[in-house]
């Protein structure tokens, strides 16, 4: 992880709700952001705003989220995400983020991520699929 990376560095997503990214289930008037696309947004969010301070082979992934998903927000409108560096504990960088829509603000949330060296991330995840299946890593 780069020096840059410090508290109060911020990145902001702006998001067209599509249909893809709504709920379905109250038909097709009650359709609105679904709140897990709202969570996985903001982790792309901050994983992005990670990815120019990042070193090469690093990359992060999420550990904690909290979130508060307080408004509505209409197929069609943009919706603005922005992740601001709270802190920064060695490779743990947690993350404030607020959210809203072409109207209203629509949440707010805090998210963990943890950054990890690839190559030795995807050598643990071979780990333990061998030891799963009862065979050996390689």
Known sequence: MKESLQPGVSM???IVVDKERTIGFMGEEGRVYATPF???DIEQTCRNLL????SPGEDSV?????VRHTAPSLP?????????VAAVDGR??????TAHDD???IGTATHTRFVVDVAKTIERLKAKAAKRSGGSVG
């Open 103 to 105: 109207v209203e603000p």
């Open 51 to 54: 990815l120019p301070h990042s």
């Open 38 to 40: 709202f969570v996985r």
């Open 92 to 97: 743990k960088v947690t993350f404030n983020i």
């Open 76 to 84: 069609g409108m943009k919706v603005e995400v922005t992740a601001t």
């Open 12 to 14: 902001t997503a702006q």
């Open 62 to 66: 999420g550990m904690e989220l909290s």
